[in-house]
């Protein structure tokens, strides 16, 4: 909205330009004399104040018009965000409740204890989606800590960690040393590496065995960017602005197991941190997930 | 001398909660009286005389908050575990700062809660103010101040991440006691994460840095091998 306001100052400005060169720089300054009837500078000013009420109209249409357009954003993504954790609560009561009736009619001890761990399992899935969904409102609120975190170090773990249960895909990590290593940037170390870990993790957990993952870091101007590309199956084009959002799932997820917060958490730790996140992704080729820190 | 089963009040307002929790704590060996507000719970306090009360803090007419208050106020120093609901961390230290024992995040593993109740009965002292009440507390050379969040070893003060400083503060606090990695993370970093254990390992190697404490002769922080942290030194109360 502030750049609009700024384009009514343009013939102000303008206006200011000209005087100061008819003033200052052109051979004369000549003084002019306008004759008017009283009648004529009547409707020459009521004409003047029309256009300055139609302009102020306008601006306040507009400005109107773009509210309106925020709040319908935000109840549609506030209607999408419960049917999407309508879903996501579904299906675990659905089995717990099979369960229980599983567990008051079994024949003999086994099925029913059998029942039970299924019950058991699910409540805990539900507690995991309750324990992220926390974790994103607090991350909103909560002051961040602001220590200084060794990039380099941080990825290295993360990967490490990644790829002990990385299976059959190749994995690599490339982080510079020359000309110099990668700069330290500021912030909360444990929120950065639950950020880069749920990408490499994500990274391994939608790719197939014998696939490629190779996370890059390098210094960009004032960024440090991180990459993580693989060479999975991509997401489609139709998929990829709602990647980031709350329980988002697309086709190739369904049937994964998570809680479909990851990637929301990832964007909310680096956005947080002053810093964005990106996504390319080919169908069939695979998707390079980008994230950008400022660096102290 | 054989003691009778301790007594627990559990004070919350979901009755499916309680209906499922006081079978398992009796189970426990406890005995356990229910109720279902602070209002009930004040007059359970003054009436069944519970060794240890397991409060949440979201409740109508008196929040679990407010009770544990008036408890304080009028010098009841009862051991009091809240049971959280909002994950916030300025709730959590707010509990401790307001004299609770401990507390847990719902929702919590059952078994957990009973292992709290133990470990707290098991550090009560009768009638005195526990140290999770006491403002500064010292171990050795080692003092804590706790609502400024500042630590010092002899004249000197540390310097200290301030998760170092809620990690040392909750280990001061709970003393001699075998505290998990799960569970650190669930008390001090306020939510639990599979790779999380990774945060709790640093932040003791901060802090044994800091401290100039040795890990395989410790004065302050015991490794449990493949369980957790144990603080080890005597904790007391300072001026």
């Known amino acids: 909205m502030k750049p609009r306001w700024l384009l009514l100052l343009i013939p102000l400005g303008a206006g200011l330009i000209l005087a100061l060169v008819v003033r200052y720089a052109a051979p004369t300054n000549p003084v002019l004399y306008l004759r008017a009837d009283l009648a004529t500078l009547i409707l020459i000013g009521a004409a003047l104040l029309s ?58 001890e086994a099925a029913r204890l059998a029942a039970f761990a299924t019950v058991e399992a699910q409540a805990l899935r539900l507690s995991r989606l309750s324990a992220d969904l926390r974790k994103l409102a607090e991350l909103e609120t909560r002051p961040l800590e602001q220590a200084a975190v060794d990039a380099a170090g941080l990825l290295q773990e993360a990967f490490d960690l990644v790829q002990e249960r990385a299976g059959d895909r190749q994995l690599s990590l490339s982080i510079p040393q020359a000309p ?29 065995p014998g696939d490629r993952v190779e996370v890059r870091a390098f ?22 602005p709602h990647v980031w959002e709350e329980l988002y799932r697309g086709q190739g997820a369904q049937g994964v197991p998570g809680s479909g917060l990851g990637l929301a958490l990832v964007r909310a730790v680096i956005e947080r941190h002053g810093g964005q996140v990106g996504l390319r992704s080919r169908a069939g080729q695979g998707t390079v997930f980008t994230l950008r820190l400022p660096v102290t | 001398m054989k003691q009778a089963s301790p007594r627990i009040l559990l004070v919350d307002d979901e009755t499916a909660i309680t209906a499922n929790l006081a079978p398992l704590l009796e189970r426990a060996g406890f005995e356990v009286a229910v109720a279902g507000d602070g209002e009930q719970a ?22 679990g908050r407010e009770t544990l208050r008036r408890l304080r106020q009028a010098g009841n120093w009862t051991p009091i575990i809240l049971l959280t609901q909002v994950g916030e961390a300025i709730e959590r230290a707010m509990a401790l700062e307001e004299g609770a024992d401990d507390y847990l995040n719902k929702p919590f593993d059952p078994h ?41 070893l002899g004249n000197v003060e540390l310097t200290l991440t301030p998760k170092a400083v809620a990690l040392l503060e909750y280990l001061m606090t709970h003393p001699d006691e075998l505290v998990s990695r799960e569970r650190l993370l669930d008390a001090v970093w306020g939510w639990d994460y599979p790779i999380g254990t990774r945060a709790v390992d640093t932040r003791i190697a901060e802090l044994r840095r800091v401290l100039g404490d040795d890990a395989d002769q410790p004065s302050y922080i015991e490794t449990v091998s493949g369980q957790g942290y144990r603080f080890v030194g005597r904790v007391e109360t300072a001026r």
């Open chain 1, 51 to 108: 256009l300055a009420w139609f302009a102020a109209g306008w601006v306040a249409a507009r400005f109107e018009h773009q509210r309106q357009d925020l709040i319908a954003q935000a109840s549609d993504d506030r209607l999408r965000f419960l049917r999407r954790l309508d879903h996501e609560l579904k299906n675990p009561l659905t089995a717990m409740r099979a369960g229980l009736a599983n567990a008051s009619e079994a024949p003999d």
């Open chain 1, 180 to 208: 110099w290593p990668l700069p330290q940037i500021s912030g909360d170390p444990d929120l950065l590496f639950l950020a880069v870990h749920n990408l490499l993790e994500n990274a391994v957990k939608f790719t197939r």
């Open chain 1, 219 to 240: 210094e960009d101007g004032s960024r440090l960017v991180i990459e993580v590309a693989d060479t999975g199956p991509g997401i489609p084009e139709d998929e990829l």
């Open chain 2, 42 to 63: 004040l007059g359970l306090v003054a009436g069944f005389a519970p060794d240890l009360v397991v409060m949440d803090v979201l409740m109508p007419r008196l929040n």
């Open chain 2, 112 to 152: 957990e809660l009973v292992a709290r109740i133990r470990a707290v009965l098991r550090r009560a002292r009768p009638g005195q103010p526990p140290l999770a009440a006491a403002e500064r507390i010292a171990c050795g050379p080692l003092t804590l101040e706790r609502r400024a969040r500042r630590a010092w």
